[in-house]
């Protein structure tokens, strides 16, 4: 799989308090799936709109290209990895820098 860097966040600044949004975009065949890690393996807090409109979850890992965080603060700043990957090695990935000013 390729990552597509036009469709891709590059790195996000955000107030704390407000929402971030994170996208990543890939291309291959078989289509590739995109996960979602903090770089120093932490857990982090979600917004899945597929699972529950309302309510946050703690993952430390999330599938899908949209990674959907509210309300964001402080200790959610950091190095997050979206790793692209199918059938056919090897994956990729993108690191995507959230900073959060307070």
């Known amino acids: ?4 860097d036009l469709k891709t966040s590059s790195d996000v600044i955000v107030n704390e308090g407000d929402d971030a949004h994170l996208l990543c975009k ?7 799936e995109i ?11 979600i917004h899945d709109p597929h ?7 703690k993952v430390s890992r999330y599938t899908g290209e949209s990674l959907i965080m509210r309300n964001v603060q402080r200790h959610q700043m950091g190095a997050y990895l979206c790793i692209a990957s199918n059938e056919v090695p090897p994956a990729v990935s993108k690191r995507i820098i959230l900073n959060v000013n307070c």
Not at 1 to 4: C, F, S
Not at 26 to 32: E, R, S, T
Not at 51 to 57: D, E, L, P, S, V
Request: no cysteine; charged share 40%.
């Open 1 to 4: 799989p390729d990552i597509d």
């Open 51 to 57: 699972r529950n409109a309302t309510k946050r979850h």
């Open 35 to 45: 996960v979602w890690l903090r770089e120093d393996k932490k857990t982090f807090t």
């Open 26 to 32: 890939a291309n291959g065949h078989p289509k590739p």
